[in-house]
T-cell receptor, first 112, second 112 residues
Framework: DTEVTQTPKHLVMGMTNKKSLKCEQH?????MYWYKQKAKKPPELMFV???????INESVPSRFSPECPNSSLLNLHLHALQPEDSALYLC???????????FGSGTQLSVL | QKEVEQDPGPLSVPEGAIVSLNCTYS??????FMWYRQYSRKGPELLMY????GNKEDGRFTAQVDKSSKYISLFIRDSQPSDSATYLC????????????FGQGTRLTINP
């Protein structure tokens, strides 16, 4: 199993909503990541969890709140987002931090 | 100067052609090199991973790394319309490093 599973695939939310993105992997990887990708741009790192501890926060606004309940799961809680936060949100995992990444298929988020 | 430079294209070639995609980099400390393929609104898929200078072949794909010139390439033989996608190069400093560095991505179209 070399799959990273993300749900939902699509999400439309208003600026006052609270929603969560979910990510799961069963490859035994100990590093998990959230990336944000705008159209025609490369993925932009948001957060890194290494052994279930937050190791990198790339100065992301507090309206994005990551959570790593266990070594297989990663969540991204969203609250009071802005229209400019509309993007493809990608989860990825690697065996340990800094190694080759395996990406999920992403959540296409639209903020109205 | 960006750490990793990649021509964004777009690149359009006829079916069956040999495609050459390239990235240059400035940081000689990069230890490993990846190519990802990304279809529209999907997550990047790891295509090739190399750890040293030289060539690595996988089916119709060949990855080439020249550390002395700080230059990497991806060759696609017998290109197919299904190869139409954005190709991202990515580089890493090694295990434990903070993050991968991505190129801008090259948009490739294979015309039937």
């Amino acid at each position: 199993d070399t799959e990273v599973t993300q749900t939902p695939k699509h999400l439309v939310m208003g600026m006052t909503n609270k929603k969560s993105l979910k990510c799961e992997q069963h490859m035994g990887h100990r590093a998990m990541y959230w990336y944000k990708q705008k159209a025609k741009k490369p993925p932009e790192l948001m957060f890194v969890y290494s052994y279930e501890k937050l190791s990198i926060n790339e100065s992301v606004p507090s309206r994005f709140s990551p959570e790593c309940p266990n070594s297989s799961l990663l969540n991204l809680h969203l609250h009071a987002l802005q229209p400019e936060d509309s993007a493809l949100y990608l989860c990825a995992s690697s065996l340990t931090r800094g190694e080759k990444l395996f990406f999920g298929s992403g959540t296409q988020l639209s903020v109205l | 100067q960006k750490e990793v430079e990649q021509d964004p294209g777009p690149l359009s070639v006829p079916e069956g052609a040999i495609v050459s995609l390239n990235c240059t980099y400035s940081n000689s400390a990069f230890q490993y090199f990846m190519w990802y393929r990304q279809y529209s609104r999907k997550g990047p898929e790891l295509l090739m991973y190399t750890y040293s200078s030289g060539n690595k072949e996988d089916g119709r794909f060949t990855a080439q790394v020249d550390k002395s010139s700080k230059y990497i390439s991806l060759f696609i033989r017998d290109s197919q319309p299904s190869d139409s996608a954005t190709y991202l190069c990515a580089m890493g400093l090694g295990q434990g490093a903070q993050k991968l560095v991505f190129g801008q991505g090259t948009r490739l179209t294979i015309n039937p």
